[in-house]
């Protein structure tokens, strides 16, 4: 099977790109600690955000599993 371009279809089998990548600033859910954290960085070559804890208290962190935080989460 031939990709576009007319390359072999296995140069086309990196990884998915992620559904959602956080901009700085946004707050996110690190699903894998369970914790709160505000989007600092993004690593596409790791797919990894950066987060630092929402009232900027703390070390940050790195995590592949995140998802915006939903609104009752970003209220507390």
């Given amino acids: 099977m031939d990709a576009p371009g007319g390359g ?13 990548v956080p901009a ?6 690190d699903t894998a600690r369970g914790q709160l954290g505000t989007a600092v960085a993004w690593d596409g070559d790791t797919r990894t955000v ?5 009232d900027g208290n703390g ?8 998802r915006p935080a939903n609104e009752p989460e970003g209220q507390r």
């Fill in 8 to 20: 072999s279809a296995l140069m086309w089998a990196a990884a998915p790109a992620p559904r959602w």
């Fill in 24 to 29: 700085p600033g946004v707050l996110v859910k």
């Fill in 50 to 54: 950066t987060l630092v804890p929402p």
């Fill in 59 to 66: 070390e940050p962190w790195e995590t592949g599993a995140f």
